[in-house]
């Protein structure tokens, strides 16, 4: 199984882009899907996450009204929108997935939840 993200780039602030993590060698959905980045000389933080069963997105306070998180099951493929960007958005944006049940909603915060994580892809925002 591999999960193959895409989309980042350089973007002056306040403008958009929208990565991808597609899905390759599973056929069956996932329980959760997510968004994690990393900034140079910091730690890896959560973004956002969206269930399978009932598309819940859950967000990172700093992201909460600009990022979007979204999924097609059909292609077990989930997308981050990620408009009005500032230059502290910058960072390497990692996609993962979770194939165990999660009790409670405050585990899709947590990385120890995600059993596959893609290759990451940058984001440059630029001031």
């Known amino acids: 199984v591999q999960l193959q993200a895409c989309g980042g780039g350089l973007v002056q602030a306040g403008g958009s882009l929208r990565l991808s993590c597609a899905t390759s060698g599973r056929t069956f959905s996932w329980n959760a899907m997510a968004w994690f980045r990393q900034a140079p000389g910091k730690e890896r933080e959560f973004v956002a996450a969206?269930?399978?069963?009932?598309?819940?997105?859950y967000y990172q306070e700093f992201v909460r009204g600009r990022f979007t998180i979204s999924r097609d099951n059909a292609r077990n493929t989930v997308y981050l929108q990620m408009n009005s960007l500032n230059p502290e958005d910058t960072a390497v944006y990692y996609c993962?997935?979770?194939?165990?049940?999660?009790?409670?909603?405050?585990?899709?915060?947590?990385?120890?939840?995600?059993?596959?994580w893609g290759q990451g892809t940058q984001v440059t925002v630029s001031s």
């Open positions: 993962a997935a979770a194939d165990q049940v999660v009790l409670f909603g405050v585990q899709y915060y947590s990385q120890r939840t995600y059993n596959y």
């Open positions: 969206i269930t399978w069963s009932n598309s819940r997105m």
